[in-house]
Nanobody
Framework: QVQLVESGGGLVQAGGSLRLSCAAA????????MGWFRQAPGKEREFVAA???????TYYVDSMKGRFTISSDNARTVYLQMNSLKPEDTAVYYC????????????WGQGTQVTVSL
């Protein structure tokens, strides 16, 4: 069983920064990509960023390029550095693992709340 545990969320003022972490627990596994998604109240879940197993490839939604940075330190912990936060970044942030190229994001964490105030 793969477990993903997010941390690092919280309340921050607009313009501030947060770093989210996603740690993989349970059985050792490799993944094709690890991704961050978010869901704001009343909105659908949306993709934020993803990183390959090697860390050599990263992917972002255009609107977050330059403000958000995804990274990993040992392929078992993935980070999302969020800078210049805006109130519209308020959402529950989830990490998810995509095990193979042919699979979807199969494993999800429980989410961590990020609230950006004016």
């Amino acid at each position: 069983q793969v477990q993903l545990v997010e941390s690092g969320g919280g309340l921050v003022q607009a313009g501030g920064s947060l770093r989210l972490s996603c740690a993989a627990a349970g059985r050792t596994f490799s993944y094709y990509r690890m991704g961050w998604f978010r869901q704001a109240p009343g909105k659908e879940r949306e993709f934020v960023a993803a990183i390959s197993w090697s860390g050599g490839s990263t992917y972002y939604v255009d609107s977050m390029k330059g403000r958000f940075t995804i990274s990993s330190d040992n392929a078992r912990t993935v980070y999302l550095q969020m800078n210049s936060l805006k109130p519209e970044d308020t959402a529950v942030y989830y990490c998810a693992a995509r095990i193979s190229r042919s699979s979807q994001y199969d494993y999800w964490g429980q989410g961590t709340q990020v609230t950006v105030s004016l």
